[in-house]
Structure formats: structure tokens, C-alpha cells
């Protein structure tokens, strides 16, 4: 390889040792982290100091590299003491976690830079990015459960039907139960009560649009999941049941559209680290 082909392929390497690596085991746990964790995320710190560590290593360790392509050794150097020294630091944070981090490592890479051989530096830096690969697979989602996704724990809706105020979970299975209300008596040919059960089931689902704004700032992602698409579907089913001889693929096609861009499109996007939130709740 030439000379400045290899520094690009180990710039390659580099970039790529940053990425998460994959999990090498073929379970994914996604354990609870631990409550130390706590104190380096809001609300007991002001700024989500364990991001800001994250992003100090990466920045030394991507560092080392952009400065090895422009032959500035001397920044180099630097970034690959400053990394070693985050690293430490980092090790330092989360006692539970101290086992994923390999001193040795940190400074055998600092060591390497110094060598200023590609080859050599290369080989460090993979030691050293397997050990940030391992705690992401096993810990970044969990992480990301526990403090990005807004929890749904003391959110509330206002049951138009009963007027009743629900928790999040109640609400949807009482949406639930109206939506079978419709599709078990049209199944049963029983057109006036499916009819019925159609309205209060529509006054319920619509009544979800009230919660986007709790979690979302643009008003446009009220065209998914509750959009013009879903509330067609739904004219459709009624129209089919207001007519004398309902058309019964008709109807069935609009629920499969209700039940997929809908119910299940939503659930695909919001359910999955809310079902791990509530599971830890459980296990408490
Ligand atoms: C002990 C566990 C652990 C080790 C070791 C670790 N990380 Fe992380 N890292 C995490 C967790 C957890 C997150 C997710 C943080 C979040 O999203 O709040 C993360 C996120 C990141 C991110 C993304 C930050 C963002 O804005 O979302 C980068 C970049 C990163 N780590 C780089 C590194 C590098 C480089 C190393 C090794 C030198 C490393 N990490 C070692 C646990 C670790
Ligand atoms: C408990 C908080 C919460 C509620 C309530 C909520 N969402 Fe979300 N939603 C999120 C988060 C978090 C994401 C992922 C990050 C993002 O896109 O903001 C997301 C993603 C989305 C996405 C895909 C990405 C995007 O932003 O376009 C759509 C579409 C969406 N939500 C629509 C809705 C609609 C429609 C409602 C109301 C019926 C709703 N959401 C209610 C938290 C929520
Ligand atoms: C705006 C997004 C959204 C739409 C639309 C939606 N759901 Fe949900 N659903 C959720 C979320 C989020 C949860 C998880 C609630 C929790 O964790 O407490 C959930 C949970 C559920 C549950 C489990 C409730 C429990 O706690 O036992 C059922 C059943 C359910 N939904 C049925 C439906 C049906 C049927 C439809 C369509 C007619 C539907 N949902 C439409 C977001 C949605």
C-alpha cells in the first residue's frame, strides 16, 4: 500500500472502531443501569455529564487520527495522552461498570502514537475501541430507555366516552376493547350495534392526538399513526355500515388500515422502550 492509502485505511479503521460494535452473543439483555449511573444525567446533574465524557474520548481518539493523516505528530501525541486520561476518568464513574475498561490499553495506545508507526498505532487502537464496543453493545440501549425516552409513567388521558380520566395503558386497553366492540359485532352481522360501537371507538382513537404535543414540538407528526389516512379508513367503515348490504371486503380492508398505519405503526415506533421502562418498573 502506498503511503498515503494506508493512513486513509487506517483512518478507515478508525472511524469504524467508533461505531458500536456489534454484539458478539446472540442474546441481547437489556439490563437496568445501575443508579449510580444517575447522578451524571438530569435532573440530579444539570448536564448529561456521561455524553459530554463520551464525546471528550471520541474526540481524542478520532484526534489521533485526523492529525497522523496531516502528519501532525506533535497534536497527535497529545490526543492520545488526553485520551488515556479521559479514559481513566471515565473509568472512575460507574464502579459496576470498571471491568469493561482495560487501563493497559488506553496507555499502550498513547504509547503506540508515539511510535508514530501506522502499523503499530492501528493495532493499539483496536485493543482499545473493542473495549467501548463491548459496554455499548451491552449497555447503550438501556441507557437510552432509561434516560432519553420521555416515560409515559404520570402521563393522562381524558376518556371522551366516560370522561374518566386514564392512565396511558388503561386508555389503550380500553381502545382495545372498543375496537373489537366494532369488529366482533360486524363479524356477528350486527351492523347497528358494530355502528354504534364505531363512534365511540372514533371519539377515543382521535382523542390520542391530544397527547402528541406532551412529547412532540412539531404538530406534522399528527399526519402518522392518527392522520387523514386513518380517519378515511374509518368514514369507510361507516359508510359500509350505514348502507343497506354492507360490502364485507370493503370493511375489512379499512380496518387492516386502521389496525396497521395505525395501531401498529404506532406501536412499532413508541412501544418498544416504553414496554423495557415499564418492565424495570415491574421488576422493582
Ligand atoms: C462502560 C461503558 C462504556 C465504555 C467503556 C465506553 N462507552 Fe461510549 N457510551 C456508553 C453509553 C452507555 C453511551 C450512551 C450514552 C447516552 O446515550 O446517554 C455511550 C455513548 C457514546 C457515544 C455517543 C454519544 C452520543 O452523543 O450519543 C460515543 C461517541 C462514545 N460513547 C464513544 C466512546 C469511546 C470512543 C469509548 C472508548 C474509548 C467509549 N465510548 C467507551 C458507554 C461506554
Ligand atoms: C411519551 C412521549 C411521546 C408521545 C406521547 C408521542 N410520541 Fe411520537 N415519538 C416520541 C419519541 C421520543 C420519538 C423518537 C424521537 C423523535 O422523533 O422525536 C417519537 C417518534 C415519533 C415519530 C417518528 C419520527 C418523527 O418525529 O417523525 C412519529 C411520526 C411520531 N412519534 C408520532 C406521534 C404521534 C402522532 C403522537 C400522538 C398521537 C405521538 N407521536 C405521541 C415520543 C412520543
Ligand atoms: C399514538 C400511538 C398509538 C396508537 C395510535 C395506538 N397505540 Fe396502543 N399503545 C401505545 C403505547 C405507547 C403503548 C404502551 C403503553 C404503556 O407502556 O403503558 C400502547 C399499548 C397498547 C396496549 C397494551 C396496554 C397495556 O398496558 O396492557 C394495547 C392492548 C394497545 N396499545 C392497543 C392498541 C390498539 C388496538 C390500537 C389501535 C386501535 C392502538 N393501541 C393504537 C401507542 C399507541
Not at 355502528?195 to 392526538?209: C, D, I, Q, S, V
Not at 379508513?233 to 360490502?247: G, V
Request: charged share 25%.
Amino acid at each position: 500500500m502506498k503511503g498515503s492509502l494506508k493512513v486513509l485505511f487506517i483512518i478507515f479503521a478508525a472511524l469504524s472502531i467508533l461505531l458500536p460494535f456489534q454484539a458478539k452473543a446472540k442474546d441481547v439483555v437489556i439490563r437496568k443501569p445501575p443508579e449510580t449511573l444517575d447522578k451524571f444525567y438530569p435532573p440530579l446533574s444539570k448536564k448529561p455529564e456521561f455524553i459530554i465524557q463520551m464525546h471528550k474520548m471520541s474526540t481524542h481518539f478520532g484526534g489521533v487520527f485526523v492529525d497522523m493523516g496531516e502528519k501532525d505528530w506533535e497534536n497527535a501525541e497529545k490526543h492520545g495522552d488526553q485520551l488515556a486520561e479521559e479514559y481513566k476518568k471515565t473509568s472512575e464513574m460507574v464502579p459496576e461498570w470498571k471491568d469493561y475498561f482495560n487501563l493497559e490499553a488506553a496507555a499502550s495506545f498513547a504509547k503506540a502514537v508515539k511510535t508514530r508507526d501506522p502499523k503499530q498505532i492501528g493495532k493499539a487502537s483496536n485493543e482499545l475501541g473493542k473495549t467501548c464496543g463491548s459496554c455499548h453493545a451491552a449497555n447503550q440501549i438501556a441507557v437510552w430507555t432509561r434516560y432519553h425516552w420521555p416515560s409515559l409513567k404520570s402521563m393522562k388521558i381524558i376518556d371522551p366516552v366516560s370522561e374518566k380520566e386514564l392512565e396511558y395503558g388503561k386508555y389503550m386497553r380500553g381502545l382495545s376493547g372498543a375496537f373489537k366492540g366494532v369488529t366482533v359485532n360486524f363479524g356477528e352481522n350486527q351492523y347497528d350495534r358494530a355502528g354504534k360501537a364505531l363512534n365511540a371507538f372514533k371519539k377515543k382513537y382521535l382523542e390520542l392526538r391530544s397527547t402528541c404535543s406532551k412529547c412532540h414540538t412539531d404538530d406534522n407528526v399528527k399526519q402518522f399513526f392518527v392522520g387523514d389516512d386513518i380517519i378515511a379508513a374509518m368514514s369507510n367503515m361507516k359508510k359500509e355500515l350505514a348502507s343497506a348490504k354492507p360490502n364485507i371486503g370493503n370493511f375489512w380492508k379499512n380496518v387492516g388500515i386502521v389496525g396497521k398505519q395505525g395501531c401498529k405503526m404506532c406501536h412499532l415506533t413508541h412501544r418498544a422502550y416504553s414496554k423495557i421502562q415499564k418492565i424495570w418498573e415491574e421488576a422493582k
